[in-house]
């Protein structure tokens, strides 16, 4: 028996969200749409740095985004002085690889559920180095401590590793990672760790300090639903003198926090909106904005697996899943269908249903999300949506690549 | 006597800007406002995307992008495959420098009036390699050709560079260089060249592919008016395959438009508002633009120059001079305040006038801007908030730095 949808946190059937209402839009761990009072909030900023653009964009920069690091420091349970605002979060990655000493030859570690690309970053900082990246194999769900096993003993190995990157959710399977472990295992030996949390923020309860990675980036366009453009890199105080952003400026030298506060003009008014944003989901209820989203897509995900007739891949605690689940599709899907991608265009055109379609080891899963403009109904549309393909006859839709 | 105010093109009269209307505006060039009419168009894409987020910033990104790159390229004079986007000309600089490969002990070429966020760049790198930034003395207006002789002679020495930097609109004297002369250089010696065009889309007349530097970067979100966040770098053909975007993403060794169509979530909708900038300066007519920018901002400079009884340093024709002029500031304001940021924020705060003060080997000036909302009553209320300045008593105003 799927479990019941769970009750709506008070208000959030009021919120008006600009997606096609004809959508049922399930990747919002991809990123989703702006709701509009943030939208609102975002063109308040755009217009008052118009008004004035060098006084606000260029001599109160620093002070403004002070302020937005302190609302963040506050929501990611980390000081101010150690939160730097990027693009997204694999500018946050690259500016850990760019920064960070390695010697030629050196070895970085990751697993085979890294978000693909960060794994282009780090194959690339490898070849200009002649250096190499191991990819730990871990089981499709390792969200048992003993699953990380392979990786400990990896970090733990004699020559140690130079650098580390962990993800706390990974992006195409979904898995919440026990990644206090791997930052203590990595402490321990003196491992330099970045934990990749571009999926965590808003999706689960954070606390940076201590958690105490050596670095720890994200986005805030995901969960949290601020314009798109907004990420953060958290650096711990050990690094945060050797850490800057990919962009080179004219604060070089001055410290991270001014380093990170000038890369160059941009668009300012996207990273003023961040605080817009935490305040909206705590007048809501931050927690249980984060606990509806759980329970729904626990829902969603025992709804499509009743519906398919297939075995539950992820475990639906709170500890290994966050609002993203993994679904096996049901096997015969594969016959009908070129590709993954041609299948994810195919539910979109023709069912008006987005999820990503995931392949793992030769076999297809969907990634399912659940925020609060989601109903049981999009997932029973999704439900009935592959079920219609499965009698369809073979789809020769091209291939479409997407980001994930 | 000062030239006479030039005729405004036909329709710029409408143009409705959103700067303060008490604001005499001449930063320009650092940035400047967006008109409403591409406001209206950025927000209309804002809400596309915003609709159907995963098909339209994920699967439709790259064929949007395209367009984009098409219409720039038309308007740059190059190849749209010639063509990636970047945040900003810092962006573009700092993919350039990290792409490169530059030998341990390198030899890095520019001239004194390099941006200082593009010194900071170079030097990081030199620092990385253990290499040198040498930066040539050049004259305050190096405009003409022999000015440009201790560069060219760098250029040509039995140790050739590694890479030489050079500006078009230099940023903090604004002045013109003759960067075909440096590019031949270059190209004859096999010295990589990257000119950087920061301030020159939208005041200068651009045939990159027939400069045909190996690489240019330039800012759209200056003269052309796009939102902030709009740059790009443009490649030629020998180092395309080379050239890799700062973010590193999934589409690495997939070829230099897919990588730079890439770069992890972003505001796409900033960058599609680039061809309906284009297209609204066209509609306007951007020559005749482009002529009375530099026309009026002759004529500011030479207001300046009498009110305060100064001697010009620009040579005000077409070839040395854009739509940025610098100007000295009477000597003794030098007694009345305590930096040049503390005078640009008096003449800010107390007299609405926003300009850049530039300390050039002690002495100093202000880079004026002209665009179409600027008339010459702006110059006039500068000149005599300098003039009222010097009868003040000596301002105390703390110093605020400022991107230039």
Aim: hydrophobic content about 40%; overall charge negative; aromatic content about 6%.
């Amino acid at each position: 028996m799927p479990s019941p949808p769970p009750e709506r946190p008070l208000g959030t059937d009021k919120i008006d969200w600009p997606l096609r209402p004809d959508l049922a839009f399930l990747n919002h761990g991809s990123f989703g749409s702006v709701p509009a009072p943030l939208q609102k909030a975002y063109d308040g900023h755009r217009a008052v740095l118009e008004a004035d653009p060098i006084e606000m964009v260029g001599r109160r920069c620093e002070g403004l985004l002070a302020s937005v690091r302190s609302r963040l420091g506050h929501f990611l349970g980390a000081d101010a002085a150690a939160v730097g605002l990027v693009t997204n979060a694999s500018s946050g990655v690259g500016a850990v690889i760019r920064s960070i000493p390695l010697s030629p030859g050196a070895r970085m570690v990751t697993t085979t559920h890294v978000y693909n690309a960060v794994r282009m970053a780090m194959k690339h900082r490898a070849f200009e180095l002649g250096g190499t990246v191991e990819e730990i194999e871990l089981p499709l769900q390792a969200t048992h401590p003993l699953h990380l096993t392979p990786l400990l003993e990896a970090i733990g190995r004699d020559a140690p590793p130079g650098l580390v990157i962990v993800d706390h959710v990974t992006s195409p399977t979904a898995a919440v990672l026990d990644v206090a472990t791997v930052v203590a295992a990595c402490r321990e030996r003196g491992v330099p760790v970045l934990v990749d949390g571009a999926h965590a923020p808003g999706m689960l309860e954070l606390n940076l300090g201590e958690l105490d990675a050596d670095w720890y980036t994200g986005n805030l366009h995901k969960w949290t639903c601020t314009p798109k453009g907004c990420g953060f890199l958290y650096a711990s105080e050990r690094v945060r003198g050797i850490t800057h952003p990919e962009t080179i400026s004219h604060n070089l030298g001055q410290g991270f926090d001014r380093e990170f506060a000038w890369q160059g003009t941009r668009d300012l008014a996207a990273w003023l909106t961040i605080p817009d944003a935490l305040d909206f989901w705590d007048s809501i209820g931050a927690d249980q904005v984060r606990e509806h989203n759980h329970a729904l897509c626990r829902a969603g995900k025992e709804l499509l697996e009743e519906a398919w007739g297939v075995a539950p891949i992820q475990s639906p605690g709170r500890d290994a899943m966050g609002s993203m689940a993994i679904v096996a599709l049901p096997e015969s899907i594969q016959g009908q269908c070129a590709t993954p991608d041609a299948l994810m265009v195919h539910l979109h055109d023709v069912h008006h249903v987005e999820v990503p379609v995931i392949e793992w080891k030769g076999a297809w899963h969907v990634r399912i999300s659940a925020h609060v403009h989601n109903r049981l109904a999009d997932y029973e549309r999704l439900a009935g949506a592959v079920r219609a393909s499965l009698m369809a006859r073979r789809e020769q839709v091209s291939s479409v690549p997407a980001p994930a």
